[in-house]
């Protein structure tokens, strides 16, 4: 069956950085649009950043344009999140689906906690 599993995720810094991770299974990985989505607590799960199959679109939410890069690997099946210039309200639990249609089950995420 379909299955992403997200890693990556930790307690950093303001101002750090973090690399995430997303491998997908059960499916044809490079035929998919790839995204990256977070939830924060009491709030809506939204989509950070997304990437087309052959990597040549990509978008961002406005709030994490430029500090934020989307990137995959189809070979892998493995899709990345570089997080730079991390701010405490980019704390969440952050995960993968496709893009931009999403399915509607989802892995188990990975904890970004940003905090000094």
């Known amino acids: 069956q379909v299955q992403f599993v997200e890693s990556g995720g930790g307690l950093v810094q303001p101002g750090g950085s973090l690399r995430l991770s997303c491998a997908g299974s059960?499916?044809?990985?490079?035929?998919?649009?790839m995204g990256w989505y977070r939830q924060a607590p009491g709030k809506q799960r939204e989509l950070v950043a997304g990437?087309?199959?052959?990597?040549?679109?990509?978008a961002y939410a406005d709030t994490v344009k430029g500090r934020f890069t989307i990137s995959r690997d189809n070979a892998q099946k493995t899709v990345y999140l570089r997080l730079n210039s991390l701010k405490p309200e980019d704390t969440a639990v952050y995960y993968c689906?496709?893009?931009?249609?999403?399915?509607?089950?989802w892995g188990q995420g990975t904890q970004v906690t940003v905090s000094s």
């Open positions: 689906n496709w893009w931009p249609s999403f399915r509607d089950s």
């Open positions: 059960g499916y044809i990985f490079s035929s998919y649009g």
């Open positions: 990437i087309s199959v052959s990597s040549r679109n990509t």
